[in-house]
């Protein structure tokens, strides 16, 4: 990759999964900033706040305490935000649920769906497909 995306938001509740997501975006060197948020609604405090940059790729988990996954899209999908279109959201779960899979691929504002653990390969994998056009 030549060149980076600008941001990531990763939103998980898990910090060893954070620290360890942060380890690859840093290794993969494919961003400039990579925000973590601990819920949904950390994570809305944080795309609402016209300070933060916007990020290129968000990574969702499902399960989190006071917002999940699920919460946090409703309320993101009516978000009036600048470029929103063109933020790549993927939901990043260790949920085995065929069900869960299915709704993610079903909802238009989720272009992909991952299991953890987040890997160098999984994260060139996903800036490669979604974004090679945009940063090559």
């Not at 990574?59 to 899209?73: A, K, R, T």
Request: hydrophobic share 40%.
């Amino acid at each position: 990759m030549t060149q980076k995306l600008n941001s990531i938001l990763l939103i998980d509740d898990d910090e060893p999964t954070n620290f360890l997501h942060q380890l690859v975006i840093n290794q993969t060197d494919c961003a400039n900033h990579c925000k973590i948020v601990e819920s949904g609604q950390e994570a809305l405090e944080y795309l609402n706040d016209s300070n933060n940059p916007i990020p290129d790729m968000i990574l969702l988990d499902i399960n989190m305490p006071i917002m999940n996954g699920w919460d946090f899209l409703d309320v993101y999908q009516n978000l009036d935000m600048p470029h929103k279109d063109k933020i790549m959201v993927v939901m990043l779960t260790t949920s085995i649920s065929l069900h869960e899979e299915e709704k993610a691929k079903s909802m238009k504002v989720i272009q992909d769906f991952r299991r953890k653990p987040l890997t160098t390969t999984m994260l060139k994998e996903l800036v490669e497909a979604h974004f090679s056009a945009s940063i090559s």
